[in-house]
């Protein structure tokens, strides 16, 4: 599937997203305004998306038309990121309930049937900890490419980082544009559109939106995977397949530690970032998984 996506101009199901414009505002949380955008219409089943660290909605915003023709689909950024406010320090508290205001904001809770959660990569660590404390109010969630055991030290013991690099020029930025963990670079009509989202004009030149230091303001749980049975409503984990984040290990100690029965999905040829490199096969991951989830609020292994 990358081949047919690595030509040099933009396939036309990426045009046909990028036209699909979003309902999209900034609401209120714990003091900081927070943006978000939703696609589909609002009595279809929601399916909320949460990103991960150094991400923005437009980690969303190619695939989410797609999901959108069966759900109502919602994504923002969380403070901190993209065109959210900063905090003086991002507790996880406080991330969940931007997560539920969202929610309710977009209209996710407005259907019968009560919605649907995906989460990728940090954006995991916030979403079981959401289904933990707020699960029977979701009808199942996907956590995609999350390790749910932290990679380097975040909260008071993280080292602050100095401000991001100022550019000269915008085309400059987006050229120097780095995904994090590093992957091969395909499908680049997506990461200029990242890029280009992801400043702002400072001065005389062009840096990255995100607060230099999330790390050591968010007081993220360290490991999570002993957790996972806690989730009160249906799981289901997906990663792709050379993932440097969900390693082997990693994948084998959350087979072990999920609730029974619960789905474990590898997206072949896909690396950390799958909507990036693959993403017509996360769509049909989710929607797969999105169709197959029980009523009765449990898998059977």
């Known amino acids: 599937m990358t081949g047919s996506l690595t030509g040099h101009g933009p396939p036309a199901w990426f045009e046909d997203a990028m036209r699909c414009e979003p309902e999209a505002g900034r609401l209120r949380v714990e ?13 279809k089943p929601g399916l909320l998306l949460l990103i991960g660290n150094g991400a923005h909605i437009g980690w969303w915003r ?58 990728h990569s940090f954006g995991g660590f916030i979403g079981l900890r ?10 199942g969630g996907i956590l995609i490419d999350s390790r749910l055991r932290a990679r380097q030290t975040w909260g008071a013991e993280a080292q602050p980082v100095p401000p991001f690099h100022v550019h000269e ?8 544009f780095r995904l994090k963990p590093e992957q091969p670079e395909v499908n680049r009509f997506i990461l200029d559109m990242l890029a280009e989202e992801s400043l702002e004009p400072v001065g005389d030149g062009w840096r990255y939106r995100q607060d230099p230091n999330m790390r050591s303001k968010t007081p993220l749980d360290s490991d999570l995977i002993p ?9 289901a984990i997906v990663r792709g ?17 999920a609730p029974p029965g619960t789905p474990f999905v590898e997206v072949p040829d896909a690396h950390h970032h799958l909507m990036i490199d693959q993403p017509l096969a996360l769509v049909a991951a989710l929607r797969a998984l999105l169709q197959s989830f029980p009523k009765n609020g449990s898998w059977n292994r």
């Open 31 to 43: 003091g900081a305004k927070i943006e978000w955008a939703a696609w589909g219409e609002r009595a």
């Open 62 to 119: 190619a695939i989410a038309p797609m999901l959108a023709v069966d759900y109502r689909v919602a994504a923002f950024s969380w403070s901190g990121m993209g065109r959210s406010d900063w905090r003086d320090s991002y507790p996880i508290e406080t991330l969940i309930k931007e997560a539920m205001a969202v929610s309710e904001t977009a209209g996710l809770f407005d259907a019968v049937q009560t919605p649907f959660l995906g989460a």
């Open 130 to 139: 959401l289904m933990i404390e707020h699960g029977e109010r979701f009808s």
């Open 169 to 176: 020029t915008k085309e400059l930025a987006i050229a120097r």
């Open 227 to 235: 957790r996972m049975a806690e989730a009160r409503c249906p799981l």
């Open 241 to 257: 397949v050379h993932s440097r984040s969900v390693i082997d290990e990693i994948w084998r100690e959350q087979y072990a530690a």
